[in-house]
């Protein structure tokens, strides 16, 4: 294994694969209307025997996390199987999945026995009304909870529960949802509201700064800071001085992290990412499909990796002030987050 760096030196140690655009939500803050977008089709999405040598060329070059996003994930047929492909390649030590839990308390444990090791599930809201909106198919609450449950009975610890929070549409829920997860010994992750893409109607008076968020937490439930486990953590985490379990927020908008971000990102057609809030990506698929060799491609995304210097986040207010409605930017949808 050679490890790489970027132009900031940053090493190259995660990887997000989108398995398929597609959603069975329609969430205001990813997805664009069904009218407007054509999903892509099958025969233009990376195979898993694809995906799988991608994998294994990028172990090479230092990647040791992979989370499996979309879209939604469980809407590709039988990922159980690519979940164990991913599970036998040596060097991967985290195998995760992002989830909006639908379709998870049906395939928790097929999931954990094909060589998963844990799940984050998004739910952003606890009442039916705002989460139905939110999701933009009126799905409850409920069903989610039951995926949620299904995961952690089929043990794939930790179970984490990402939540979008949205000034006038759910922060008002912010104490309640920690209060509820921390009854369940689940991880709950706060994230500020982000600009990706191009579909989400973004707006910083809209974005929930991560200290209003930790301050209200702390007022009813008191926390302490505990520091991150590996240097390019995203998340900021803090446990309950009650009982210990751990609640973070992802705070992207007011302090971001770009400097120690490791992530590279495929998605489903086969394009790389080397940034959440990239305009364009780098056609992988291509040169699968026209014969490169492993080593042609490792040797073509090292250069790309080592001429990376994106740091969106840090630089934002300046991007914004030049081109405040972007026509082209990678959607959420198509990279996962």
Known sequence: MTQIHDVWHRPLTDLRISVTDRCNFRCVFCMPPDRTYRFVPRKELLTYEEIERVVRILTRLGVRKIRLTGGEPLLRRDIERLISRLAGIPGITDLALTTNGVLLADRARALREAGLHRVTVSLHSLRDDVFGRMNGRGQ???????????????????????????????????????RFFKAWGVIVRFIEYMDVGTVNDWSMDRVVPATEIVRQIHAEMPLEPIGRVMPNEVAERYRYRD??????????????????????????????????????????????????????????????????????????????AQNPRPKTRVEMFEVGG
């Not at 984490?160 to 912010?174: L, P, S």
């Open 140 to 178: 409850p609450v409920d069903v989610v909870l039951r995926g949620i449950r299904a995961a952690i009975d089929a043990g794939l610890h930790p179970v984490k529960v990402n939540v979008v929070v949205i000034r006038g549409v759910n922060d008002d829920e912010i104490v309640s949802i920690a």
């Open 243 to 320: 009982d210990g379990l751990e609640i973070g927020v992802i705070a992207s908008v007011t302090r971001p992290f770009c400097r120690t971000c490791t992530r590279l990102r495929l998605s489903a057609q086969g394009q790389l990412y080397t940034c959440l809030f990239a305009s364009v990506g780098f056609d992988l698929r291509a040169r699968l499909r026209s014969g490169s060799t492993d080593d042609e491609i490792a040797a073509w995304i090292r250069t790309i990796w080592t001429r990376r210097k994106d740091r969106y986040s840090e630089e934002r207010m300046v991007h914004i």
